[in-house]
């Protein structure tokens, strides 16, 4: 027999590439992650790992136990899901969520939970939907919050569930004294926008090349109230979604953008752990505080 505990560990090797990786997120030494891989080895009885310069990468037979260990890690948090509402257990729930979700929905959701189901605990990581939903497929968490843009689906995963939490209008954020009227008068101006790599720049960009210019990014920030008051001091032009605000919105004035575009707040779950009842719990939560957010 395999042992589960060995079987994740080549699991997250398949993931992320190298036993350092594996080692830290899992708080072990490398020594131990590679010990433990040897002794899967040998209860296996061919050899799962081979030398790729200074690392190691997986042979042809540890591709296919990996995959065979992705789907007995799904069985066991089936079982434990199943048996969680046989026994009304209370298990932490891990939600990664990106920032708007943290500051927007997570509070409300855990008011709405401190009513509807007192024992239930929630522990919260903030993170760029990216990496949050990589991290879902290692079982590091069991929720995740992500968004994606008109025409910028995110990759499908096999055994990763999407629940569609609802619409958020993206909307153009200039200064109070701007004069533009439209995205196309803002040629320009200069923008703040996340970071190069984010599926939302990868977007923006895009409306400002359809409306004929390239814009001159010059302020990059995950954070999107930095976006805001960037705005609200004159200094640049953003394309914010409601959800980014959780107060006034006087400082600035919004535009509407071509298409009216909305992107999807949607929660990823295992298939292995969403019927179970304290995920449940936690995806009604997040879908009703994003139903009642109504920024002023």
């Given at each position: 027999m395999?042992?589960?505990?060995?079987?994740?560990?080549?699991?997250?090797?398949?993931?992320?590439?190298?036993?350092?990786?594996?080692?830290?997120?899992?708080?072990?030494s490398p020594s131990t992650v590679s010990q433990q891989l040897a002794l899967l080895e040998r209860e296996a009885g061919v050899a799962l790992l081979e030398p790729d310069g200074r690392?190691?990468?997986?042979?042809?037979?540890?591709?296919?136990?990996?995959?065979h260990a992705a789907r007995a890690l799904e069985l066991d948090e089936a079982a434990r899901a199943e048996l969680s509402i046989?026994?009304?257990?209370?298990?932490?729930?891990?939600?990664?969520?990106?920032?708007?979700?943290?500051?927007?929905l997570v509070p409300a959701a855990l008011t709405l939970l401190a009513e509807r189901e007192p024992g239930l605990r929630l522990e919260m990581v903030e993170m760029p939907p990216e990496e949050g939903l990589f991290e879902l497929r290692a079982h590091a968490f069991d929720l995740?919050?992500?968004?994606?843009?008109?025409?910028?689906?995110?990759?499908?995963?096999?055994?990763?569930?999407?629940?569609?939490?609802?619409?958020?209008?993206?909307?153009?954020?200039v200064p109070p004294g701007s004069p533009a009227r439209e995205l196309a008068d803002l040629r320009d101006a200069a923008w703040a926008m996340e970071?190069?790599?984010?599926?939302?720049r990868q977007w923006a960009v895009q409306q400002c090349r359809a409306a004929g210019f390239e814009p001159d990014v010059r302020f990059e920030a995950t954070d999107l109230t930095a976006h805001a008051r960037l705005a609200a001091a004159g200094?640049?032009?953003?394309?914010?979604?409601?959800l980014s605000w959780t107060g006034d919105r006087s400082s600035v004035r919004l535009l509407q953008l071509p298409g009216d575009p909305v992107r999807e707040i949607f929660a990823a779950t295992r298939s292995s752990s969403r019927d179970g009842a304290a995920v449940g719990a936690v995806l009604t939560a997040l879908?009703?505080?994003?139903?009642?957010?109504?920024?002023?």
């Open positions: 395999f042992e589960l505990r060995r079987l994740r560990l080549l699991h997250e090797l398949a993931l992320r590439g190298t036993i350092a990786d594996v080692a830290r997120e899992l708080s072990y690392r190691v990468r997986l042979t042809a037979q540890g591709r296919m136990l990996a995959a046989s026994r009304d257990a209370r298990a932490p729930v891990r939600v990664a969520v990106m920032p708007t979700a943290a500051e927007a995740v919050v992500a968004e994606q843009y008109p025409g910028y689906t995110r990759e499908l995963q096999p055994g990763i569930e999407r629940t569609l939490l609802g619409r958020d209008p993206v909307r153009l954020v970071p190069q790599g984010a599926a939302v200094h640049a032009a953003a394309m914010l979604p409601d879908a009703d505080a994003l139903a009642a957010h109504r920024p002023r």
